[in-house]
């Protein structure tokens, strides 16, 4: 199935688990449950990792869970790593609900990745993913021995929120003067939580997965206030030029069904026009998660590959080309 038929069979699975309902009065843990549904299969053709190992880390106010993926040609420590940050729009997600998505991740790059399980809103508020996600980074760093990683060599990435978080902690580095991240990876990421309703949207972009009503749900599930929208902790795009001077090098992957799609672009844009190296691969038949979805979709599959064999270039765990 090519990524242009992709689209109708899963616009209609996707009612099965009603992840983008028109009444959002349910619980954030139903909504968790059917994301983790939607997001769970059953596929014969996993890579075979070398390890795999759950681990107990440092989050900005008391442990946190991740997970540790070792692929096969990861090479002999220290090596190229990645910190990765799931996606959910900080409501959902967790690392079960994104194993598939790591292990095809690492098999791709061919590099350590680490999974972190960072807090979730409604329960925990803006800016307490943010803050877990910084801590994870300035943990992965100070443990790159635990973890076998190469501080010199340890990307950030993340899809959806955790595409957001990834960017984070890029400008983050830059404004606390922290270690920056050797490449950032963005996976149609969130990189503006403003507004969603007032965009003139497609019928493609506009009701599947993320529509206007599951981006409020989001945004007022996390942050607390109207006026929290435009911190450029939250929404990295509209943040201050001189956060964009000396980031790392980025590839973006975005959907062309998807809302956020105008917006990752627009950040690929302000990121090359501060001098900072950008690729972008856009598939145009996919919507937003859809590399949630492999058990559904082998072009999925192979664009998760796709986007870790560009990681695993740009930190030497693969050869060019």
């Known amino acids: 199935m090519g990524e242009n038929d992709f689209f109708k069979d899963w616009a209609d699975w996707i009612k099965l688990p009603d992840l983008n309902p028109l009444d959002l009065r349910g619980s954030a843990d139903s909504l968790r449950r059917s994301f983790f549904r939607a997001s769970r299969s059953i596929e014969t053709d996993l890579p075979d990792l070398a390890e795999i190992s759950n681990l107990i880390m440092d989050g900005a106010d008391g442990p946190l869970k991740a997970r540790l993926y070792i692929p096969k040609g990861a090479g002999i420590a220290p090596a190229p790593g990645l910190v990765f940050f799931h996606g959910g729009g900080f409501v959902l997600g967790d690392l079960d609900s994104h194993d598939v998505v790591c292990r095809r991740l690492a098999d791709g790059a061919k590099c350590r990745i680490l999974s972190v399980d960072y807090r979730l809103a409604p329960e925990h508020k803006f800016p307490t993913a943010h803050a877990d996600a910084l801590a994870a980074w300035c943990w992965a760093v100070e443990r790159s021995d635990l973890l076998g990683f190469d501080p010199d060599r340890i990307a950030v990435a993340g899809d959806s929120a955790g595409g957001n978080l990834a960017a984070y902690i890029c400008q983050e580095a830059n404004r606390a003067g922290l270690l920056m991240p050797a490449f950032q990876l963005l996976l149609y990421p969130l990189v503006q939580f403003a507004d969603l309703r007032t965009k003139k949207l497609s019928f493609q972009e506009g009701g599947f997965f993320i529509s206007p009503t599951l981006f409020d749900y989001f945004r007022d599930s996390y942050l607390s206030s109207d006026s929290e929208r435009m911190d450029p902790r939250v929404s990295p795009l509209f943040a201050d030029a001189e ?79």
């Open 243 to 321: 956060d964009f001077q000396g980031l790392p090098p980025a590839h973006l992957v975005l959907c062309g069904w998807d809302p956020l799609k105008h917006e990752g672009q627009a950040y690929a844009d302000k990121l090359a026009a501060h001098g900072v190296p950008v690729t972008l691969r856009e598939h145009p038949g996919m919507v937003h998660g859809f590399m949630n979805l492999t058990g559904l979709s082998v072009p999925a599959r192979e664009a998760i590959f796709a986007a870790g064999r560009v990681v695993g270039e740009a930190l030497g765990s693969r050869r060019a080309g």
